[in-house]
């Protein structure tokens, strides 16, 4: 499966690639859904693909290169980090209205998570709520006075933090 393919995924919840069009649903503004799915994927790539971590950033048509050979790589070739990159896209390109990011971070360089964190605070949907499980504070990337919400666990209990 190539990181374009597992992206993709992200839309039906599966884990692999499904064969044919067979989604005849129309997306926004009544476009074939899948025109919309594959716009979709393209924005992932150019906000948390390979130019988006890397500097300096190369003139566009680099970029649109770069991006290219990173989504036709085999995802099992890709290092760790790079597939938890990947697997961030594969969790938001659906715009789903809750998010759950599990440690999040882990294994990616600082360049993606700046990426990553970038796209979280100004890509995201009004309708979409973000849940960040981690056990350092500093790793979410939003601030009480943005609302954020805090919940702790300990001694095994849940409580709100404020």
């Known amino acids: ?9 992200g839309f039906e ?4 690639p499904l064969l ?6 129309l997306g926004e503004e009544g476009e074939p859904l899948r025109h919309w799915q594959k716009a979709r994927v393209q924005e992932m790539l150019e906000n948390l693909g390979p130019p988006a971590w890397s500097s300096p950033k190369n003139e566009s048509h680099t970029q649109a290169i770069a991006i290219q050979e990173f ?9 760790i980090g790079e597939q938890r990159i990947v697997l961030l896209m ?12 599990d440690e999040v971070w882990s294994a990616m360089t600082g360049g993606m998570v700046k990426a990553a964190r970038r796209y979280l605070r100004g890509r ?6 973000v849940v960040v499980i981690t056990h350092w504070e500093d790793e979410v ?5 943005e609302g954020l919400k805090r919940f702790r666990l300990q001694g095994g ?3 709100v933090v404020v």
């Open 157 to 159: 209990k849940g409580q």
């Open 90 to 101: 594969r969790a938001l390109v659906g715009q789903p209205p809750v998010v759950l990011l």
């Open 13 to 16: 919840g599966v884990f692999v």
């Open 141 to 145: 990337p939003w601030s009480v006075a």
């Open 124 to 129: 995201l949907g009004r309708e979409q709520a």
């Open 20 to 25: 044919g069009d067979s989604n005849p649903t």
């Open 1 to 9: 499966m190539t990181v374009r393919q597992a992206i993709e995924t």
């Open 71 to 79: 989504a036709s790589k085999r995802f099992t070739d890709l290092s």
